[in-house]
């Protein structure tokens, strides 16, 4: 009997050894190499921008004086490429000795020294995506410790060269292994990119238990055509994802890419605003030295990070697709706050958009509303006054709007101000003042 109870309490133990980190409450932030970097090895041509411990360094440098990292941008991520093609003697990964003389536990000590955290990659297979040696099942829990053993503060695990079975069994085993070094480190999953990011093959409740962020799918590339697939495939399957998504678990529609060559500054904006909108996680990757004043802006705007941060952890969601192109977004916040994103698939001119709040499922009431990109406040507003907003083609509009309260029963300011006759005056009910993030 006493062993069956003894029993017991393992199975429950074991099931209360999924993630539970603690991190990640808010989506992560940070920089992050692939995209712009990719498998650039060859650092005698090309020394300022290949795989090296130059390169991470000179972006922990740009996040740290740049004001990246008080913004929330505190992750500085190596991807694919960076190891040696041989473990070393003991049977562990280590960095290429060319491009990180160092080595990794230097790089880690060097991006901490400047309050920022390093993330690393790994492939759950034989190889990774790139060829570099994998992460079969029998290193999973070497590998975790050498991570942990350097610093390292968090980890994504791709899925190249590995079959059904051993993602299901690597990816939860690599979740242990994480947790049994006692380290924090933050877990990337990309197990459902190679399901086809869809239940039944997906079950998202696991994720959430074992990762704390995930790829559902495709990998971006430098162009709006990318982008634009990635906003489809996310909207079309925001049924199964929204609710996936909270404190601690994300989905990640992988990276940022404004900054680099594909985007216009509308499509930038677009970008910026549709991640805030999903919860995403904001890894940039983009060149930090060479950054234009447009893309810095954008990716800089403290009213829009503050969305995507907001503390409820809530996904937003379409919740309109017409025919004219025009998509609306909407994600609730804290505090009764709401952000909406008019977005503009068309390719002819500025389109001007006609609505009320009412059409956007906005309860009856007066609200007051913020433009995000332009700064400028939005005249008081209730769920039945028509309004008009003109969208750049391929671009945004971000609002971020809160509930107005009456003061009292149709107060009548006629009395006191003989020309000015006005019925209500309207105070924000839960913020006396603007947000600070918009002052
Ligand atoms: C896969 C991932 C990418 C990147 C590359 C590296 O394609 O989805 O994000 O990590 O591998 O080879």
Redesign the pocket.
Known sequence: MESRVMGLVLVLCAGASALDNGLMRTPPMGWLA?ERYR?DIDCDSDPKNCISERLFMAMADRLAEDGWRELGYVYVNV???WSSMDRDADGRLQPDPRRFPAGMAALAQYVHQRGLKLGI?ADLGTH???GYPGTTLDRVQTDAQTFAQWGVDML?L?G?YSNSTEQEQGYPLMSKALNETGRPIGYSC?WP?YQGGLPPKVNYTQLGEICNLW?NYD?IEDSWSSVLSIIDWFSDNQDVLQPAAGPGRWNDP?MLVLGDFGLSVDQSRSQMALWAIMAAPLFMSNDLRTLSPEARAILQNKAIIAVNQDPLGTQGRRIVKEKSGVEVFWRPLSQGASALVFFSRRTDMPYRYKTTLGQLNYTAGHYQAYDLFSSQSVPSLSESVPFTVSINPSGVVMWYIYPAKLLGEEQDLGGVYPNFRRKYRLRPQNHPQPPPFLL
Do not use: E, H, L
């Open positions: 692939w498998c991807d694919d490429c990659y990774t995506c790139g994504k791709d190249c990309s990119a790829r990998d992988d």
